[in-house]
Every structure is written in structure tokens, then in C-alpha cells.
């Protein structure tokens, strides 16, 4: 299979932003089990779940390729569109300073004495494999679903989707074996604020194909749509930032 | 059956932060797929009255939350 690059780069693109926050969210945890139970059962745990996560996209990809297009793109589209807005909604309330940022360091000092918590470790370590297994299936699923709404669109785009996901997965993972602790320079809420973006972009031109809407210039207007987006949202934390401080004049 | 509930919830949790925010956009959605493809009005105009739908129901939504 070739892979057309100039309609390619916007899914890999926008698997690797959303993959690399999801398995950063991960790495924290895996760390944390590794440094406090033993990495044999972080290990174990990670590993498994990556096992069972592969075998639900090698079931679910090959699965919706028989439903028809539009079909998909209706549903896919309306449950990325809502997962992009949620994440765009997220980081324009964090870029405004009204819910704090999300701390890694912080997350990775909560599971340490968490884990700590639960006795002793022995050989198999049940609560080691558990958590690491928890937290690599939670935000694996969530890379699944959006290598599989990104890249069912249109045909040809999951791979280059798949591949976006894979370089993040091996980027944080080099990235963790060579700090060995939270990846927390990332700066988690600019990369929320991007994906948010793409992601809303992409679900409104998959819901309207769906609905069999003509867009202009076709899929160059997906990047109309994340332009568009990207205004609103830069847009909206001006409004809210305004918003906060006339309430707190009140 | 408690994994099952975990499973639900974290889905649910996937698309849904504000139900009133989500609500909204699903409302949208359904509003635009029962009217848009009917109207005549040119191949432009029903993708911006789709984007500019959602990108109030957000800058709506996220102004309200803001003045809690």
C-alpha cells in the first residue's frame, strides 16, 4: 500500500500529539509501580495490556471496514468531535487559569505513596501488575479509539494514524528509560490545546461527510476547519479570562 | 460485575465532562444531519453553519464555566 503524503501527515500528525499526551499519562504511573513494586510486575502489567490492546485493533480495524463509509464517518466523527471538544474545552479552561494545569510530578508523588500503601511486594506482585495493567489499558484505549476515528475517515489514513501513534509510543518510552522519571517539562496543556484542535477539525469533516455535506475543496478543508478552530479557541480563553474576572469583581 | 461499571464509566468519560456541553453538541449533530443536506444554499455554506454551531455551543459553554 502507498501513502499519499499530502493527505497523511494531518492524521499522523494528530495521532502522535494525542497518543504522546496519553502515554506520558501512562509512563507516570508505570514509573511509579517500577519504583515502588518492582519492575518486573510494572512490566508484566504494561506489557499485557499492550498485548490485549493490539488484539482489539486487530479486531476492530479490519471490523469497520465493513460497515459503510458513511455510517462510520457519522458515528466515528460524532464521538471524535466530542472527544475533541471535551479536550479543547479542558485546555481552554487550563489556558485561562480556571481549573488548574495538570502536574505529572504531582501524579507520580500520588501513586508512589499510594502504592507504598499497599504492603509488601512479593514475587508476584499482584497490585504492581494491576496498576501498571489499569493505567497502560485506560490510556491505550484512548490512543486505540483515536488512531481508529482519525484514520477511518477515509481510506488510507489509519496507517499513517497507526504509525503517528507507534513514534509516540517509542518516543516517550526512549524518553522515560532515559530520564527514569515523569516526563513533566512536557508541556501537557499546549499539546491538550493542539490536539483539542485537530481533533475537532477532523470530527466536523467526517460528521459532514456523514450527513453527505459537500465541503469546498474537500479534505483541504479540514484544515480550514482546524484554523478555524484554533481562532475560536485562542479566541474563548480571552472570553474566559474576561469572564473570571468580572465574576470575581462581583 | 464492578469491572464492568469501571469499563462504562471510563467510556462514558471519554466523550463526556459536562453533560450539558455534550448534550448540546449532540442536539447540533442531530440538528444539522436532519436539516443541513436538505437546504439549498450552496456547497459552502452548510459546513459553516456546522462549524459555527459547535464553535459557539464551545465558546459558550467554556464563558459560563469561567463565571462559576
Avoid at chain 1, 496519553?22 to 514509573?31: N, Q, R, W
Avoid at chain 2, 459546513?47 to 467554556?62: D, Q
Wanted: hydrophobic share 60%; charged share 15%; proline share 3%.
Amino acid at each position: 500500500m502507498t501513502i499519499d503524503w499530502a493527505h497523511a501527515w494531518p492524521p499522523f500528525v494528530a495521532a502522535f500529539l494525542a497518543s504522546t499526551v496519553e502515554f506520558v499519562e501512562a509512563l507516570t504511573v508505570v514509573l511509579a509501580v517500577g519504583a515502588v513494586r518492582g519492575w518486573r510486575g510494572a512490566l508484566t502489567g504494561a506489557s499485557a495490556a499492550m498485548f490485549l490492546l493490539l488484539l482489539i485493533v486487530a479486531f476492530l480495524g479490519p471490523a469497520l471496514t465493513r460497515i459503510p463509509l458513511a455510517t462510520v464517518q457519522l458515528v466515528v466523527g460524532g464521538l471524535l468531535l466530542l472527544f475533541g471538544l471535551r479536550w479543547l474545552r479542558k485546555a481552554i479552561l487550563r489556558a485561562a487559569g480556571i481549573i488548574p494545569l495538570h502536574d505529572e510530578q504531582a501524579a507520580f508523588a500520588r501513586e508512589t505513596e499510594s502504592l507504598r500503601r499497599e504492603g509488601a511486594v512479593r514475587k508476584w506482585d499482584e497490585v504492581g501488575i494491576a496498576a501498571a495493567f489499569k493505567i497502560t489499558m485506560l490510556e491505550g484505549l484512548e490512543v486505540v479509539f483515536i488512531v481508529i476515528a482519525v484514520g477511518a475517515g477515509g481510506s488510507g489514513l489509519l496507517l499513517p494514524a497507526g504509525v503517528g501513534a507507534v513514534v509516540a509510543l517509542l518516543l516517550v518510552v526512549f524518553l522515560g528509560v532515559a530520564v527514569h522519571r515523569p516526563l513533566a517539562a512536557v508541556p501537557e496543556n499546549t499539546l491538550k490545546f493542539t490536539v483539542g484542535v485537530l481533533l475537532s477539525g477532523f470530527g466536523t469533516f467526517w460528521v459532514g461527510e456523514g450527513m453527505g455535506l459537500a465541503w469546498p475543496k474537500e479534505d483541504w478543508s479540514i484544515l480550514a476547519l482546524v484554523a478555524g478552530f484554533l481562532l475560536v479557541a485562542l479566541l474563548a480563553v480571552r472570553v474566559c479570562r474576561a469572564a473570571r474576572r468580572v465574576a470575581v469583581q462581583h | 460485575m464492578v469491572w464492568l461499571r469501571t469499563v462504562v464509566r471510563e467510556f462514558y468519560g471519554l466523550f463526556v465532562d459536562d453533560g450539558r456541553f455534550a448534550v448540546t453538541v449532540v442536539i447540533w449533530l442531530g440538528a444539522c444531519w436532519l436539516i443541513l443536506p436538505h437546504v439549498a444554499v450552496g456547497a459552502f455554506w452548510p459546513g459553516v453553519l456546522l462549524f459555527a454551531g459547535l464553535a459557539a455551543i464551545l465558546v459558550e459553554n467554556a464563558s459560563r464555566r469561567a463565571r462559576k
